[in-house]
């Protein structure tokens, strides 16, 4: 079996962000160490596990910051210590406002090679309208911190398409990350998601159109590749070389272990997850839920549409035996007339506008 991924998730912020539907409570010492033991005591028990081995490990949130250097170097040692762990990639989230919980010259030492730091935008006034507490002086102490201490691989998450951005101000923050240095950006367009303030407070919101919302799209696209950060998700852009590893794993339909409430996991071909409960997983009776069979050739598909280069007929045989479906050249054809997709040869890619409806797209693709 291929090296797999390991996922933590840290259900833990100092806030709630008014537009965020991750399963996160709040932060208290007590329960942050308790939380700690119970994914070692997992971690442990999953390691019985005929050849589970792993080479990227993500620390995932919430606000994984939070755990501290001491808790963090806890899992990391579990995991060492009961798992051949390759460590090509480890990466920790972080938000600005958590640096005084960190040593990161320690961090990096004990191995985290990868930060994602949840910046949202580079212009005080959007971030006021997203709920967050860091500003964006916050972000360059942090950044320069980091660098400071060894880190070369670092990604920022931006929001498109919130209260009050502009073209200009969208600009400002891309030019912010290129000014940085940064390796990576993540960049997701809002969306309300049932259950969050933005959502209950949605009447209020002066939120874009749909059109006002792709424009902003494409020039984000465009003007991050005029800044070196190349697309290879719909949401992901990196330097050369500076691709997510382990994010590409779920893209790639590849086997990842997710440990903590709300964690997902895709091992042997079977998907199962963690119920969105920190009591339930704390108490050390809950287990997994079973959550079907994956990696068929439709949900491969599906996936890998996600990633710029799409599927093709090589990749496609070698792992079900069989080419790629007919009918699904046939009906990209239809989409690449409107520049919504490339039928090159003996793949099937999306277009930067494909994305913009890319969960339609791929669902008439595929079926």
Known sequence: ???????????????????????????????????????????????????????????GGGTPSLLGNANLAKILETVRGNFEFSEKEITLEMNPTTLPNLNLEKLRKNGVNRLSIGVQSAVESELRALGR?????????????AQIAGFTNISLDLMIATPGQTLES?????????????????AYMLKLEPGTQFYKNKASLRLKTESEQANLYLA????????GFEQY????????????AHNLKYWNSQEYLGIGPSAHSFINGERFFYPRSLKNFLSGNIKPVKDGTGGTMEEYAMLKLRLRDGISNSAFKSRFGVGIPQ?????????????????????????????????KLIFDIIF
């Open 327 to 359: 009918s699904y050249f046939r009906k990209a054809k239809i989409f690449q007339n409107h520049g919504l997709a490339v039928v090159d040869g003996d793949s099937i890619r999306l277009t930067s506008k494909g994305f913009l409806v890319s969960n």
């Open 133 to 145: 507490q860091h500003s964006v002086k916050d972000v360059e102490e942090t950044i320069k911190k």
């Open 233 to 244: 998700e719909i949401s992901n852009f990196a330097k050369k070389n500076y691709e997510s």
């Open 1 to 59: 079996m291929d090296a797999a991924g390991l996922y933590i998730h840290v259900p833990f912020c100092a806030a709630k962000c008014p537009y965020c539907d991750f399963y996160s409570v709040p932060a208290e010492d007590a329960v942050i160490d308790k939380y700690t033991d119970m994914v070692c005591k997992t971690l442990t028990n999953y390691s019985k596990m005929e050849n589970l081995h792993f080479d990227t490990l993500y620390f």
């Open 220 to 227: 984000m696209v465009s003007e991050l590749k005029r800044c």
């Open 170 to 186: 969208l600009k400002r923050s891309i030019a912010f990350c290129e000014a940085q240095n940064m390796q990576h950006v993540s």
